[in-house]
């Protein structure tokens, strides 16, 4: 790990004004993936600034009658809030998916939506990546891809994102809020906030030099039954090769997002008006493009949206967002 410097900011306007004004500065919060990437030296920030003192950890109410989630709530925190739990259950689910527990008692909001997209060769300084190299090739193109992206690829980038909590919030519509470094504030809509890899994979998000996220907002709960299912490799402790997040309402009204299929949250709101679960997969998975390494993703995709889905229909208490 290289040497940097290191100080504590006292408002989120403050933060953002060091972050702009200091050449290589970070943001440090729980530090859960920004300290690994330290450690293996993709990440060589020359200024640390810890925000762990700043007002940002409650949970409130919204007055059109959605929750604020401060960007530096912990993800258990946020997991096991009753209001997530009954009204976000979804939520809930995704969170609880994610990580140890160790992790998530140190994760925040804010940090788990910008966790680096996830790819071996993303991590391995000895092959050429253009996220963490611009220009320098795509290795995992003719490599191995088995847990990379199927959606939204470029001939530059083919890795996926990692986060759960992401996926169950592009299902809901969450709005992100942050300060930029002159001290005004704005709100990005969770659908525009991450970016495609096209030819520029190093650019990941709509945040600007310096700008910080203060809170994440949801709006008014959905009702309907929440679901969230993760496919992985192992039990646990691993990320999506696919996961699906799922409301249905008691009217029949759906929602449906993917994750681990690509560079972000993965939502086609056109795919959740069709009948059938065959004409819904068709509409998400419309343009993927695999290799032959991770080409099954779009069978378990699939069958997994199908099940879920099915699942949702059979459920009791088809008015309720419970994630008990």
Not at 60 to 88: K, Q
Not at 93 to 119: E, H, I, V, Y
Not at 145 to 156: D, F, N, Q
Not at 265 to 280: C, D, G, L, M, Y
Request: glycine share 8%.
């Amino acid at each position: 790990m290289r040497a940097f410097t290191y100080e504590r900011a006292r408002s989120p306007a403050e933060a953002a004004a060091a972050a702009a004004r200091t050449p290589g500065a970070k943001f440090i919060a729980g530090g859960t993936n920004l300290l690994d990437l330290m450690k293996l030296e993709i990440e060589k920030p020359l200024h640390l600034i810890d925000v762990n003192t700043l007002a940002l950890d409650q949970i409130s109410a919204t007055a059109d009658g959605g929750l604020r989630i401060g960007a530096l709530v912990r993800n258990t925190a946020l997991a096991a809030d009753e209001r997530v739990r009954r009204d976000y259950g979804v939520l809930s689910r995704a969170l609880l998916a994610g990580a140890s527990a160790q992790l998530r008692n140190k994760a925040t909001t804010a940090g788990n939506l910008l966790q680096r997209t996830r790819c071996p060769y993303f991590y391995d300084t000895n092959q050429a990546c253009n996220k963490r190299k611009p220009g320098s090739g795509c290795s995992a193109l003719a490599g191995f891809s088995k847990p990379l992206a199927i959606l939204g690829v470029s001939e530059s980038c083919i890795a996926s994102h990692p986060s759960d909590m992401a996926v169950a919030m592009r299902l809901l519509d969450a709005q992100v809020e942050t300060v930029q470094p002159g001290g005004a504030t704005r709100t990005i809509a969770i659908a525009d906030f991450y970016r495609l890899p096209g030819n520029t994979p190093h650019i990941e998000n709509a945040l600007q030099p310096g700008e910080l996220i203060t809170g994440v907002t949801l709006p008014r709960p959905l009702g309907g039954v929440h679901l969230y299912r993760k496919v992985r490799d192992r039990a646990s402790y691993a990320f999506a090769l696919v996961s699906v997040a799922a409301v249905v309402q008691a009217d029949g009204r759906r929602r449906i997002a993917l994750g681990g299929v690509a560079s972000q949250p993965w939502r086609v709101e056109a795919a959740e008006q069709e009948r059938t679960v065959p004409a819904i997969t068709s509409r998400l998975l419309a343009g993927a493009r695999t290799t032959h390494d991770n080409a099954f993703k779009l069978t378990l995709a699939q069958r997994t949206v199908a099940s879920v889905l099915d699942e949702a229909q059979r459920a009791p208490g088809a008015q309720k967002g419970n994630a008990a």
